[in-house]
C-alpha cells in the first residue's frame, strides 16, 4: 500500500540552525501538507502546496520557514533558524486532490537544544 | 471550518462496538465530516468520512444525523490495537483548493480486555 515517507524519523539540532525535512508524498498525489504538533498539545496546520506554490499558510508560518518540490518527488520543510519553541512532531501528508483525503507520513520529532 | 465537540475519553471492552460521538452543530452544507486518529506519536490515521448519508468501509462505519449536526463513528469489533486519539473534523470541500484539516484535542478511546 502507498504510504508517504519522511526522513529522518528523529533530528536533533542546535537552536539558530537551519534544518531540512523531508518527505516522499504518495506518488499520484498533487496536494502536500506539513503539520506539526508540539508535544502534549494539538495537531497544527503549518501550510498547503500545490502547483509549485504555497496554497495557504497558518500564523505559524513565518519567514523562518520554507517549503519546496525540489524534484518530482521530494517534499521539503525548511525552517532556517531554528528556536527552541520549534521542536515538534512533524508531519507531512498528502492528497490527490484538495478535497480529498490527506494521508500523513509517520512524522519527523525535531529537537532544538 | 464548523467546530466540534467530542468526549474528552471513552473506554471499550475488546470485542465490543465502539461508538464515538460528535457534535458539529455550525456545519455547512459543503462541509464533509472527517474522522482521523492518532496512535500513540504516529502520524493521523484516515478512518472514514461522509457528507450526508451513512458510510462504511474496512475499518469503520459513519453514521451522520439528517440534520448534519452531529455524526458517529462506529468500530465494529475494536481491538487493543483501535487504542487511539480519534479526531472528528469538519472540513470544506471546494473543487480545486486544497483544504486544510483542523484537529481538535479528540476523544481518546481506551480498548481494555
Known amino acids: 500500500e502507498p504510504e508517504v515517507t519522511q526522513t529522518p524519523s528523529h533530528q536533533v539540532t542546535q537552536m539558530g540552525q537551519e534544518v531540512i525535512l523531508r518527505c516522499v508524498p504518495i506518488?499520484?498525489?498533487?496536494?502536500f501538507y506539513w503539520y506539526r504538533q508540539i508535544l502534549g498539545q494539538k495537531v497544527e496546520f503549518l501550510v498547503s502546496?500545490?502547483?509549485?506554490?504555497?496554497?495557504?499558510k497558518s500564523e505559524i508560518f513565518d519567514d523562518q520557514f520554507s517549503v519546496e518540490r525540489p524534484d518530482g518527488s521530494n517534499f521539503t520543510l525548511k525552517i532556517r533558524s531554528t528556536k527552541l519553541e520549534d521542536s515538534a512532531m512533524y508531519f507531512c501528508?498528502?492528497?490527490?486532490?484538495?478535497?480529498?483525503?490527506?494521508?500523513f507520513g509517520q512524522g519527523t520529532r525535531l529537537t532544538v537544544v | 471550518d464548523a467546530k466540534t465537540t467530542q468526549p474528552t475519553s471513552m473506554d471499550c471492552a475488546e470485542g465490543r462496538a465502539a461508538n464515538l460521538p460528535c457534535n458539529h452543530s455550525?456545519?455547512?452544507?459543503?462541509?464533509?465530516v472527517y474522522w482521523y486518529r492518532q496512535i500513540h506519536s504516529q502520524g493521523p490515521q484516515y478512518i472514514i468520512h461522509?457528507?450526508?448519508n451513512n458510510e462504511t468501509n474496512e475499518m469503520a462505519s459513519l453514521i451522520i444525523t439528517e440534520d448534519r449536526k452531529s455524526s458517529t463513528l462506529i468500530l465494529p469489533h475494536a481491538t487493543l490495537r483501535d487504542t487511539a486519539v480519534y479526531y472528528c473534523?469538519?472540513?470544506?470541500?471546494?473543487?480545486?483548493?486544497?483544504?486544510?484539516?483542523?484537529f481538535g484535542t479528540g476523544t481518546r478511546l481506551q480498548v481494555t480486555l
Open positions: 501528508a498528502s492528497s490527490v486532490r484538495g478535497n480529498t483525503e490527506a494521508f
Open positions: 506518488s499520484n498525489h498533487l496536494y
Open positions: 502546496f500545490y502547483n509549485n506554490e504555497i496554497s495557504e
Open positions: 455550525t456545519i455547512s452544507g459543503n462541509e464533509y
Open positions: 461522509g457528507l450526508k
Open positions: 473534523i469538519v472540513r470544506v470541500s471546494i473543487t480545486g483548493t486544497a483544504s486544510k484539516l483542523t
